[in-house]
């Protein structure tokens, strides 16, 4: 019992940890000014708090893609990396949202503005919208975040036909207390607090007084003769005021019903019915501040599928955006301040887009493109992560089961190229940053071309990371009733391939391709594949080195055209061709392209020996490969391979050290024995070919 007491406690200091220290202290009028005085960001607008919040948790800036990176979506410091972010066009749309919101906390348009995230399915927007309004939630709790709002009380002492159960009201809008004070003083006071703020932007506020507020302001006056120092000290409690989305407090989510129960009131609110017999239908005090609108004042309006909304039910929206007002029926105008989000997918922006009537919805819209992953390797990461927030069973993941899941994923949302110089795989590979075949490609150009042949952009059709990402739970519960402790590519393409037409989000027009993208991955992992097991079979380090020493030495004898001394004979001779291009065929270098590579190796070689460090040519991942392949030919002919693809119990000698060096890269012991009997096969139908 003493036990549970002691966790009880500790679980209770935790909590008062969480809580911003001055949640439940009210303060007087005057405290707020002195607060402003001191620190102006206190008052800033949505759009500013926003923009610093981005800020706040971190950032670094990606000089080679020119977007920054902002570790709110790139680390996930809340989340110990639990919600990231993966892929580099997914960082350019969240480095152009961030954009669009410090704009408009700069007064330079975007505040009022739409922010539209358009995405097809899975592409990460609502995940990226529920991040935003998380970390809202957290900023506003610490101290570089907090804003405050304020409560009217003793409001029966004044106003003699007030409800005792409102002599207590808090600011329907929770506006800042700012908006208190008369719009001409308001500006003295704000060009005073200006002077003091450390920012790239200017605090504004020209609201008026919401009509509930308002209407307590001006009785107030009226009693205490026009004496707003009496009405402020007296009967107005500053408190601190924190984004909370389940309390819908400067957070709102507005998700599309029936459309032919659409009501404008669930965005801009309605008349309060239990207190229409005390104030009456027309009195302000009757009314309901809980539309969507009302709701997220000073924070994040969110909606989801915003383009099913009604037309009709949309001009609310351009209200809201340009003015920065809405319009509840039979009731006054209400100023607003929030960052209002949308988000839709594909169908529906190509429906609305060609809408002449929506022009006006459409002006009022930023547009920031939130495509798949276009790397195959970050794509990998987003199932990576799946599978590192679930329960996962004792299975491993075999080395390139994931890559390949990923390329195939990149495969169905890229364009095919126009160049006839590479292949779509090859395509692929560049945008994975990958310099084998493509390290000519001008990949920017790549991007281009696609951009303009695509209908919106590259990246906004194919298959989801949810199908790819279900395709694989499924694999691995099948190897879970099958009794094997691992998941192989293999298994993962058999699964791909047998759902691809049972996935509602694929038409029916793609499986042919699709299925010809699944046999494109197929060869590429059989290629990965072989290479692991030559990398296991004839893998020599001392070799490598002394073929990778008598490649550089013969290779700055040909740069400088100069002679070398042979290792047997002693005598000087010309650097041995033959040798270099058994070599450089390897990474198939033409030979028009051989002088580029040996410049470049022997560059590296002259930044390691100028930064004090030994050429060491496994440091060099092409050189490596390019050795590796070639000891692989000079050893493959006293291989026999027919043990690699022998059914019988593995307890030969060499097979086993075979197994122990592809257990050495990642493999389990029966993922490497699967992975020896398919590269084997393999190998061995090539050699009888050839």
């Known amino acids: 019992m003493t036990e549970r007491n002691e966790t009880l406690a500790e679980l209770s200091t935790e909590y008062q940890d969480t809580i911003p220290g001055d949640l439940r202290t009210s303060h007087s009028f005057d405290w707020y000014l002195d607060e402003l005085y ?23 800036y990606d000089e080679e893609a020119g977007v920054v990176e902002y570790d709110l979506a790139a680390e996930d410091p809340l989340g110990d990396g639990e919600n990231t972010f993966y892929g580099r066009v997914v960082h350019k749309a969240i480095h152009e949202f961030v954009n669009k919101v410090k704009s408009g906390a ?11 995230l358009l995405g097809p399915v899975g592409s990460g927007k609502s995940d990226f919208d529920r991040q935003v309004r998380r970390y809202f939630e957290d900023y506003t709790r610490r101290e570089a975040g907090r804003m405050y709002t304020f409560r009217w009380t003793n409001l029966c002492d004044v106003v003699p036909d007030q409800d005792p159960a409102d002599d207590v009201v808090r ?31 200017t605090i504004r506020n020209e609201q008026a007084l919401d009509p509930a507020s308002e209407f307590y302001m001006d009785r107030l006056l009226v009693h205490y003769d026009d004496d707003l120092e009496a009405v402020l000290s007296n009967h107005v409690e500053v408190v601190r005021f924190v984004a909370d989305e389940n309390r819908r407090q400067a957070i709102e989510t507005f998700e599309p019903k029936d459309k032919k129960n659409q009501d404008e009131t669930e965005l801009t609110g309605d008349v309060n019915y239990s207190k229409i017999a005390v104030y009456g239908e027309s009195d302000p005090r009757a009314f309901d501040y809980a539309g969507a609108f009302c709701n997220a004042n000073r924070g994040v309006f969110s909606g989801e599928e915003l383009l099913k909304l009604q037309r009709e039910f949309l001009y609310d929206f351009l209200h809201a955006t340009q003015e920065q007002t809405i319009k509840p029926k039979n009731n006054p105008r209400i100023d607003i301040d929030q960052v209002i989000v949308g988000r839709t997918n594909m169908p529906e922006y190509r429906e609305k887009k060609g809408d002449e009537k929506m022009e ?14 276009l790397e195959y390797e970050q794509e990998a990461q987003i199932y990576r992560k799946m599978l590192r927030n679930a329960d996962l069973p004792d299975i491993q993941i075999e080395p390139h089961t994931l890559e390949m899941a990923g390329l195939f994923g990149v495969l169905t949302r890229i364009e095919e190229p126009d160049t006839g110089t590479i292949d779509l795989v090859q ?17 920017r150009k790549l991007r281009d071309e696609a951009d303009e042949k695509a209908d919106i952009g590259e990246g906004m059709d194919g298959v989801s990371p949810r199908f790819i990402g279900d395709e694989i739970a499924e694999a691995i519960m099948d190897s879970m009733h099958r009794s094997r402790q691992f998941l192989s590519p293999l298994l993962t393409f ?28 197929r060869e590429e992992y059989k290629e990965r594949a072989i290479e692991d097991v030559r990398h296991a079979l004839a893998y020599d380090v001392d070799e490598i080195s002394r073929q990778g020493e008598k490649y550089m030495d013969h290779v700055m004898a040909y740069i400088d055209d100069d002679t070398i001394e042979d290792s047997i004979t002693g005598r000087e001779q010309e650097p041995d061709e033959q040798f270099l291009r058994s070599v450089e065929e390897k990474l198939n270098l033409p030979e028009d392209r051989k002088d580029d590579f040996r410049q470049e190796v022997a560059n590296w070689v002259s930044r390691r020996a100028r930064e004090g460090e030994t050429f060491e040519p496994q440091d060099n991942d092409r050189l490596r490969r390019a050795l590796e392949r070639k000891l692989w030919e000079d050893k493959k002919h006293n291989i026999n391979f027919s043990a690699l693809v022998s059914s019988g119990e593995m307890d030969d000698e060499e097979r086993n050290q075979w197994i122990d060096a ?12 699967e992975v020896l009997e398919f590269a084997g096969a393999e190998i061995a139908k090539g050699e009888m070919e050839d």
């Open 360 to 373: 006006a919805f459409n002006d009022r819209t930023k547009r920031i493109d939130f495509p798949y992953v």
């Open 171 to 201: 600011s329907p809008m929770n506006q800042d207390p700012l908006v208190l004070v008369p719009l001409e003083q308001r500006k003295s006071i704000i060009a005073d607090i200006n002077e003091n703020l450390d920012a790239p932007y």
């Open 106 to 116: 700069r007064g330079l348009g975007p505040e009022k503005r739409i922010k539209l």
């Open 38 to 60: 001191a620190e102006p960001k206190v008052a800033r607008s949505a759009h500013q708090r926003v923009a610093d919040m981005f800020d706040y948790y971190g950032t670094e």
């Open 427 to 443: 395509k692929a590979k560049a945008y994975n940053d990958e310099i084998d075949e493509a390290e000519d490609v001008d990949v």
């Open 494 to 521: 058999n699964h791909l391939e047998g759902n691809l037409e049972n996935h509602g989000s694929i038409a029916a027009e793609d499986f042919d391709t699709y299925y010809r993208y699944l046999e494109l991955v």
């Open 662 to 673: 592809l257990m050495g890269q990642g493999y389990s012991e029966e993922g490497a024995k």
